[in-house]
DNA sequence: ACGCTTCAATCGAACGTTTGTTATAAAAAA
DNA sequence: TTTTTTATAACAAACGTTCGATTGAAGCGT
């Protein structure tokens, strides 16, 4: 095998593994055959089955990293929560596994939830409560509005109709083809729900 | 000991257990000890550790089954939409484990997914599309609403609440004292995000 | 009230696997 | 030569399950 090439394949074999049936779910034996590996070059690149693991979690987390895209250019507030949405449909459709590790952490934090996962979510949380405030100062919300509030609404919108994809594919279509639908549909409820000035 | 204590004591800790680490996280051992109880009684009673899981499984989505009561009385469908938020509230409230394995059932499914957990969700999905469609027939509604979208949507916020819990405490107050200015707040968002002819 | 049987409930030890890790030596690649 | 990878064996620890023994209450004929 090429160089790193095993580095490699266990990271990728490892995502998958840990994301299908967790930490405890995967024995190092069956991950390391699935990569075409040996079981010691777990111990040898990641210093063992757990440091593969927290290895994986931080990989998939640093696309975090670049959220704060989402605010420039016209950085309207109706324009970031339609970004915002767009992002978390297109970061969960780019990679699937996502998803497993942020509610498998928070249902089930491990060591590395405080130092990986929980800043994560805290900064994306942070923007949007950001975004809801300057919008009620430029009185485009309604000034009653809890952001805070109003912020986890509106991350659970996007986030919970990847989640409960399995359970609900027969009763809703959860296709790549209608996401530009469904962001404009989520934006519109979300949005038309803060606006200021209700009939 | 009692008649049947065990057993009893067994689930209650099962219970427990099984949510904060899941079904490979914890072993019989550790969980006959804590339950005070020996190891074979596991066996015994549930035949063995994934019956014991399963049994646990049923207990906690046993919930699902009293859904309907939200529909009864006015029967108006923004009642039903408020009574949604609150029941799954105060369900959480009641309850804490259950989300555990409602988000790890979605993302790590067991065998017992497609009997248990997913018919109880997708029963509670499909009253909210129900009342949605009832909705836009009375006219109180936009007809272009995409019902199935919408009713994901309100689940969304609703249980995303919680399940964000261990990461946005230091944001949001996640206190049952503001419960019922919670549910008011989701439910003007969410109704007026989807009420008929906008200003 | 008595002795006897029955049976569900419980226990702790033992079994055979599998676990994660480590050590070793050799092969392959750079 | 040095780094990377392989294969293999060994290890103690932990795993889920099973087995025989023990307990104690209930049932029953006398």
Redesign the interface.
Known sequence: MAKNDCRTKLMEIGTRLF???????VSIRELSQEAGASISMISYYFGGKEGLYSAVLQEQFACFDQIEEIRKQGAEPLDVIEGYIRWTLQRHRNNPYL??FY??E????TLW?HTI??PA??KI??IL?DVLDDGIRRQQFRKE??T??????L???????F??????E????HSAENDE??IR??A????????AS??
Do not use: K
């Open positions: 994301a299908e049936r967790g930490l405890h779910g998803l497993r509610t498998s928070l249902t089930n934090p939830f996962v929980q979510i805290e949380i942070r409560i509005l809890h805070g509030n109003a912020a986890l609404a991350a659970g919108m996007a986030n919970y109709f989640l409960s994809t399995l359970a609900t027969n009763l809703v279509s639908e469904l549909q989520y519109a409820i979300f949005t038309q729900g803060i606006l209700p009939p």
